[in-house]
């Protein structure tokens, strides 16, 4: 995670993002605060990257790279405006050991935002901030299948804003980010899918941070909450209104290091 010391909107990339609309820096410190005391409670440990000032986005450390076992495969992102992180991750994740990997040279990649393993496949959400060739390109040097999914809606302009592994076999999504051949796939392929309605999809009900049994939410999804609840989860909450204002929330706040808990190659054997 990254401190939100620099975090604010200086810059209008996404539907959400209104300079107008200031970022209350106390508050978002507090929000972000509850939530990495949640994360520590859920039995997460969480290393800090240092913020950078000139770099509000880098709060939303999702984007930094996609991590798979040891290698990390860093972003290349699609907007100048944060083309500046791209060298701090590579530094920091350099420095935590991991083998750093590249897209192919001008193709957008924006890492764990638009990459999410469920099960035996890489789900690779492209069109509005990763490019579709990108994916392949990855996966096939990996080794790894790919299943791409086309973003339609400018709100849900991260496949991590409207999807979201819960096991190998189970995930959160909002339909209606998808077009009907990604919403087919998504069926086709995953045995266990809970939808989302467009109101709680809103309140970023996908960006979900997953821990265990523990699902963290920012706070206005009560009827996901539930459907969580009847299936044994135990869905948590924190408010994040402030990060929400740049088109971020729990899930973008974080980026898992050990990999999901979704991945199959990340199950404990
Ligand atoms: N303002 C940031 C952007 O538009 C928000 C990034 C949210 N991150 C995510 N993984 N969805 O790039």
């Known amino acids: 995670m990254c401190p939100p010391i620099y975090y604010g909107i200086e810059y209008e990339i996404n539907p959400w993002m ?11 410190a507090q929000q972000w605060d509850t939530l990495h005391a949640l994360i520590l409670d859920c039995g997460a ?7 950078v000032e000139g770099l509000p986005d880098m709060v939303f450390t999702a984007n ?3 991590i798979y076992r040891s290698i990390a495969i860093l972003s290349q992102f699609r907007h100048e405006q944060r083309k500046g992180e791209e060298k701090h991750w590579r530094s920091e994740l ?7 990997e590249w897209p192919a040279e001008n193709i957008a990649f924006e890492g764990a935002g638009d990459a999410l393993f469920c099960g035996e496949s890489l789900y690779a959400g492209y069109r509005i901030r990763s490019d579709a060739a990108g994916h392949q390109g990855i996966a096939e040097a990996m080794g790894i299948s790919v299943i791409p999914l086309e973003l339609v809606d400018d709100y849900f302009y991260h496949l991590d804003t409207c999807f979201c592994p819960l096991s190998p076999t189970e995930a959160i999504y909002y339909p209606g980010a998808f077009d009907e051949y990604g919403r087919t796939v998504l069926r086709q392929s995953i045995p266990e899918l809970i939808e989302v309605e467009l109101d709680e999809a809103r309140r970023f009900a996908c960006n979900a941070v997953v821990i265990h049994k523990n699902i963290i939410t920012s706070t206005g999804c009560p009827r996901l909450h539930a459907r969580l609840r009847d299936r044994g989860w135990s869905p948590r909450e924190a408010d994040l209104g402030e990060f929400i204002k740049a088109g971020g929330s729990a899930k973008c706040l974080t980026l898992r290091l050990d990999g999901e808990d979704g991945a199959v190659w990340n199950e404990p054997s």
């Open 45 to 51: 440990q969480i290393e800090l990257t240092d913020p």
């Open 94 to 100: 350099a420095d935590r050991q991991f083998r750093i």
């Open 64 to 66: 930094a790279a996609l």
């Open 18 to 28: 209104d300079r107008t609309r200031v970022v209350d820096t106390r508050l978002a």
